[in-house]
């Protein structure tokens, strides 16, 4: 591993080391060093603003190294790359089967990755500009996955009350489902967050970005969080900092992780016969979503709830809703 290499993995920014694939090495060691510099700046001081996860920056890294390995495999240098060459990578993508939203993703960090060497002088023109991922024509409201009201039944159902797993558990699927929480949301979440100094208790959570807003738990919901908060005195973990805990006997005691939090929602899905393709963690959110509009909840307050920066991103709930609610085939009276 080169000098290069070495410093981008430990960017001033984190204050972890990042690990990067085998792609996102061989980019690094092939790459002049100005495009090197410019992308380590890039990704310290643009992306997010400068306050980028680490799953982010994990994900640029994997994207231009997988990138910049199609090139190789084609005799392109990177740097010296036209559009034409864009245009063919991103068909390439589409050959390969991946999804209009999956090639704009992937495409949109192609663009930012020139960008960032045009920003610094190392090129005078940004190839990929302009160059799109495709049209994904699916309207939002039907891509999500949400379970309905009798099937959050079916899956509180299957989760255990008795045992310390358990408790933890319906903490967790009751702050995604009933209170929209997204998986980091619930992964950063501490002791301290749980606030009781109100006559609601409410939690703060930080989204995306690190915004932190502030939500108001239900009686249930802070009976379940407290609830597991006694069984962990019980059992002598911490009753400070991570709130929801690896009980595993490698790990126990340690923040529960985002795999983890995967696992134990893909585990009670199955349990209650719920399991599909695309139903994980973030169904419950739109779960949340969904269920909260046909129960009558204004808008504007899902979207504070939610976490949302747009009214349009909630909007997609009322649509699936009202799309569901008012099918024009119940208006016609005839039977078969």
Not at 73 to 91: D, F, G, K, L, M
Not at 173 to 185: F, K, N, S
Request: glycine share 6%.
């Amino acid at each position: 591993m080169n000098e290069k290499t070495a410093a981008l993995r430990l960017l001033p920014s984190l204050s972890i080391e990042m690990p990067l694939d085998r792609a996102s090495d061989d980019l690094l060691e092939n790459a002049p060093q100005d495009i090197y510099e410019a992308f380590a700046e890039f990704l310290q001081i643009d992306v997010a603003n400068g306050d980028a996860t680490d799953d982010t920056i994990r994900a640029y890294h994997k994207e231009i190294g997988l990138f910049t390995r199609w090139c190789r495999e084609r005799n392109i240098a990177p740097e010296s790359a036209t559009r034409r060459h864009i245009e063919a990578y991103r068909e390439s993508l589409k050959t390969n089967g991946a999804a209009a939203s999956t090639r704009q993703h992937k495409m949109s960090i192609v663009r930012r990755f020139y960008e960032a060497a045009v920003k610094h002088g190392v090129l005078t023109i940004n190839p990929a500009a302009n160059v799109k991922g495709g049209k994904d024509l699916t309207p939002p409201e039907e891509k999500m996955k949400a379970l309905t009201k009798s099937a959050l039944h079916h899956l509180v159902g299957a989760i255990p009350s008795s045992t310390l797993l358990g408790q933890r558990d319906r903490a967790i699927i009751a702050l995604m489902a009933v209170h929209g929480l997204r998986r980091i949301e619930v992964h950063r979440l501490n002791h301290e967050s749980v606030d009781i100094s109100d006559d609601t208790p409410s939690l703060r959570v930080i989204g995306k970005g690190n915004r932190v807003r502030k939500i108001y738990l239900r009686e249930d919901t802070y009976n379940a969080i407290q609830t597991y908060v006694r069984a962990k005195m019980e059992h002598h973990f911490p009753l400070t900092g991570a709130l929801l805990v690896s009980h595993s006997n490698r790990t126990r005691g340690a923040r529960i992780s985002r795999r983890s939090l995967n696992d134990i929602v893909d585990h009670y899905l199955s349990e209650a016969h719920l399991k599909k393709v695309g139903v994980s963690c973030h169904a419950l959110r739109h779960t949340h979503g969904t269920l909260a509009v046909a129960g009558g909840a204004k808008v504007e307050h899902l979207k504070e709830e939610m976490g949302h920066n747009h009214l349009e991103t909630t909007s997609i709930y009322v649509k699936a809703v009202s799309r569901r609610e008012n099918n024009p085939a119940n208006f016609i009276d005839v039977e078969f």
